[in-house]
């Protein structure tokens, strides 16, 4: 029997049951994800439990120039780096780069930060927020500047003269001037009182405030004014002096090159150039006429010595110059006097020199360290010293052992110091962790502005520069010189000259004596000279005392100013009335003795020699024995200054030497 066949409508009714059964089962129709089955598809924002903030570089440019980057990072309660969390971004001053950033795969997101168009130095807090979590993190916005100038640091508590401040501000490139920036200028501290007009305003249109001081009667005294501008400060010191107008005295000094301006009030030290003037006013209230007197210049380019008549209590004369000198300028009326010291320096550098003292030092390390004076002098055409030239100093073979010059420029002296000459700059070397070896680390010094000057060579200073260049031995074997006297004295045939031994030691600094036939080179200075009479040499007075030798740069020749130049040895200040120029330089080289020109050590390390000077020196003379000698191409100086000494037999009991041949 053969079995029936399913009809075409049975067959179509299974499969449509089971399509059925299967869209239940994979849930056709509904869209994935849909609200439909929100059990199991729910969106979750990553949240942190804390945020930390790092800046880097820490400060940004006041100008808007420069920017830091702030790097944010997500952590989670076990200090986990969280993925995908949305910060909010803000801070209360300047710009950050966006409001809403959110951390990427390690956890971190960054964003910019700038100072925007405000130029006042200041600090911004930025702020990042993520839910309910929060940091902050301070960014502090600098480089606006100000400086604070003056016409002159000191004034009369009278009111007048006064003195102009100009407060310049600038933008944090340090070049550009800040229009319309608020100032205020104030006495912040101090004894002395003054008046400020005004006392706040804004910059004009060259970045400058002006303001003009002056004394109050009653307030001499110091007083310290600051002033305030983009959140930053400056300050300087005026001296504030009572000055009575019923004396007679210097009390105002007007330089001009080309513009005027008040240097001081009272017969402080002054400093002028070749090409400039300096007016100088006396007061002098009692006199008809006032003489002016100098020893380098001349007073409105006639004479060394004019006369002014007196009006409404004061006479003035203006003081120009040609040459370069310490001028010694006296004022007087038949029964007052007064003194005035002036600095006259070149403008035009030609030359310069550098000398380097010690020129052996040790390595540096965590508790030492090597320092070496560098001194450069400065010169024009004529051998004038150059005064206010910025000098640079430079390495020009580091050993790469961090060894440093600062500071880097320094203008050079145009007004003699008790260190300083005319003329001269002074830095530190300080060495680094490495030896140089025996060439030793080179330095440079130049004008700012020029081209390499030429080299050229002094002497009489306590290291003989080489040029514009000078070497420093790092970690060297260092030497030193010492000397002895003996304790006898003796005359020679003549009977004229005293004799007297002396030797010099070299040793290094392990106390160990140079080599054998090491060379010791000499040379004697009379470097100062006494009044005086019956075996006694005077005390300080007025035309007497002991003086430093007239040959002031001790080069032998008798420069201008230097004839008739009288300065304490002890104290170094110009005596109030000048001496009396003899066509001779005092002392000369003679009249302090002879030495060999060097000196051979034996084994000990000791050379001996003999020191001769005459009779009528002793007593009256000191001198300067120098000793250098160079040893494995290290250079050293010592020296010893010492009175020229008499037999005992020829002072006591009768003095038998003539009194001082020097005159004041």
């Known amino acids: 029997m053969v079995k029936p066949t399913k009809s075409i409508f049975s067959q179509l009714s299974l499969l449509l049951i089971s399509f059925a059964l299967l869209c239940f089962l994979t849930a056709c129709g509904d869209k994935a994800g849909s609200d439909t089955d929100t059990g199991t598809n729910t969106t979750i924002t990553p949240t942190a439990a804390s945020l930390n903030l790092s800046v880097s570089p820490t400060t940004v440019k006041s100008d808007n120039s420069t920017y830091t980057t702030i790097t944010i990072t997500a952590l989670n309660a076990l200090n986990a780096a969280v993925a995908s969390v949305p910060v909010i971004m803000g801070a209360d001053t300047g710009i950050v780069g966006a409001s809403n950033i959110t951390t990427g795969s390690d956890g971190t997101a960054t964003v910019t930060f700038r100072s925007g168009g405000n130029p006042i130095n200041r600090t911004a807090t930025i702020t990042a927020t993520a ?11 600098v480089g606006s500047t100000i400086t604070l100038n003056s016409t002159g640091t ?8 006064s003195v102009e401040m100009t407060v310049t501000v600038k933008n944090a490139l340090g070049g550009a001037i800040v229009p319309n920036a608020a100032v205020t200028l104030a006495k912040t501290s101090g004894t002395g009182n003054v008046t400020i007009t005004p006392a706040s305003g804004v910059t004009d249109t060259n970045g400058e405030f002006k303001a003009t001081v002056a004394g109050v009667s009653g307030g001499a ?39 005027c301006n008040v240097t001081a009030t009272d017969n402080s030290p002054a400093a002028m150039g070749i090409s400039d003037t300096l007016n100088i006013q006396v007061n002098a209230p009692s006199s008809i006429n006032v003489t002016f ?57 030609n030359r310069i020199t550098l000398q380097a003292t010690p020129t052996v030092v040790s390595k540096g390390g ?3 360290t090597g320092i070496s004076t560098l ?52 830095t530190l070397f300080t060495s680094g962790s490495l030896s140089s070896g025996q060439q030793g680390v080179q330095i440079r010094a130049t004008v700012v502005g020029t081209d390499p000057l030429i ?31 003996a304790t006898t004295l003796t005359k020679d045939t003549g009977q004229t000259m005293y004799v007297l031994p002396m030797s010099v030691l070299v040793a290094d600094s392990n106390g160990n004596p140079a080599p054998a036939d090491t060379s010791v080179s000499l040379s004697l200075w009379p470097i100062a000279w006494s009044t005086g009479s019956a075996c006694n040499y005077d005390t300080d007075g007025v035309k007497k005392g002991t003086f430093f030798n007239e040959d002031i740069d ?111």
């Open 375 to 426: 001194i450069a002098k400065v010169l024009d055409t004529n051998g004038y010293p150059v005064g206010n030239a910025p000098v640079s100093f430079s390495i020009v073979n580091p050993t790469g052992g961090g060894e440093t010059v600062l500071p880097v420029v320094v203008s050079t002296t145009a007004i003699k110091t008790d260190s300083l000459n005319l003329g001269e700059a002074r």
């Open 455 to 485: 080299a050229t060579e002094e002497v009489g200073l306590d290291v003989k520069p080489s040029g514009n260049d000078a070497s420093v031995v790092i970690g060297g074997t260092a030497l030193s010189v010492a000397f002895s006297q």
């Open 131 to 141: 839910g309910s979590t929060s940091q902050q993190i301070i960014v502090p916005i």
């Open 293 to 349: 007197a100098t020893t380098i210049g001349t007073w409105d380019g006639t004479n060394t010595v004019v006369t002014r008549t007196v009006s409404s209590n004061t006479a003035n004369a203006t003081l120009q110059t040609s040459q370069a000198g310490i001028a010694n300028v006296q004022v007087y009326d038949g029964s007052n006097s007064d003194t005035l010291a002036v600095s006259m320096t070149s403008k035009t550098p």
């Open 154 to 161: 000191t004034i009369l508590d009278s009111g007048s003269p």
């Open 221 to 259: 005294g110091n007083v310290t004014l600051t002033a305030t501008a983009l959140g930053t400060t400056a300050t300087i010191s005026i001296l504030v002096k009572h000055v009575d107008i019923s004396s007679f005295a210097i009390n105002q000094q007007t330089l001009c090159n080309p513009g």
């Open 554 to 664: 001790e080069n032998g020749n008798m420069d201008t100013g230097e004839d008739g130049t009288r300065t304490y040895y002890a104290t170094g200040l110009l005596a109030d009335d000048p001496g009396n120029p003899d066509g001779h330089l005092t002392p000369g080289n003679s009249w302090g003795g002879t030495v060999p020109p060097s000196v051979k050590t034996d084994a000990t390390g000791v050379g001996n020699f003999i020191l001769t000077y005459p009779i009528s020196s002793s007593i009256w003379t000191i001198v300067r024995i120098r000793a250098t000698t160079i040893v494995q191409g290290t250079e050293t100086v010592g020296q010893v200054i010492f009175r020229l000494a008499p037999l005992a037999s020829d002072v006591s009991p009768v003095c038998a030497i003539t009194g001082s041949s020097y005159k004041f």
């Open 366 to 368: 965590s508790t030492s």
